[in-house]
């Protein structure tokens, strides 16, 4: 990680990784993609698979940040964690990183508010169905500050949470965004969740997440 800090000023991160790969989720699947990620989650879902992001890291300053991202030259940037949104300073980066002119994204978890994010950035709101032990963290306010071309992404575990989030989808009317459903990796067998998606008939889409068809679990993929 080049140009770390070992203080923590005003204007600084604490980051994980940043590294270039293939989007693999949201309606820019595919694409080349810098991911930042933040340190840190307030969140412990059962199926977590960056837990190794909840400690650690270093202290970066925004400058360096936006620095780093500008030297992989990629329009597409994906800020996740963790919990980007945990560390207050991420609201900077992430309109540091559109006044550079890249496309943004923000992984975030629901759980914490999105009304203060830049209207440039695209939202992805990653809301907490009940086999991930953090429904309750949902904070429905959220869905007062989305913009058309934000989205809604449920992780599926099991038969519970399919219908759970199908009742959310209807009673909320959350398909005015696209709406992404996700099996949890090596738990629910993509085939099944297609059949519980083309029984019920939903508008929303159905995801895998391709950089773990292409790479499997490997950290900074």
């Known amino acids: 990680m080049p140009n770390k800090t070992s203080d923590r000023s005003a ?3 604490k980051i994980t990784e940043i590294f270039r790969s293939l989007q693999g989720e949201s309606d820019s699947v595919g694409w080349p993609t810098v ?3 933040l340190t840190g989650c307030p969140l412990r879902c059962v199926w977590c698979d960056t837990a190794y992001a909840f400690q650690g890291g270093e202290w970066m300053e925004i400058d360096a940040v936006v620095d ?3 030297e992989l030259d990629t329009r597409h940037v994906c800020v996740t964690g963790g919990e980007p949104l945990a ?3 991420c609201l900077e980066l992430l309109t540091r990183l559109c006044d550079a002119g890249h496309r943004v994204s923000l992984e975030t978890s629901g759980a914490l508010p999105v009304d203060r994010v830049d209207t440039r950035v695209v939202k992805v709101l990653d809301l907490k169905a009940p086999a991930s032990g953090e429904v309750a963290r949902n904070l429905w ?5 989305l913009q058309p071309h934000d989205q809604i992404k ?3 575990s099991d038969r519970v949470d399919f219908d ?3 009742g ?3 009673s909320r009317n959350l398909t005015r965004w696209d709406v992404l459903l996700s099996p949890v990796w090596e738990t629910l067998p993509p085939a099944t969740l297609s059949e519980w998606l083309l029984e019920s008939g939903l508008d929303v889409r159905l995801q895998l997440q391709l950089h773990k068809v292409l790479w499997g679990d490997q950290p900074g993929k």
Not at 141 to 145: A, Q, V, Y
Request: net charge positive.
């Open 11 to 13: 204007t600084a991160l």
């Open 35 to 37: 991911f930042v990620r």
């Open 68 to 70: 780093r991202v500008g």
């Open 87 to 89: 560390q207050k300073r």
């Open 141 to 145: 306010s959220n869905l007062d500050h």
């Open 154 to 156: 449920f992780v599926i």
């Open 164 to 166: 759970w989030a199908a």
């Open 168 to 170: 959310q989808i209807r």
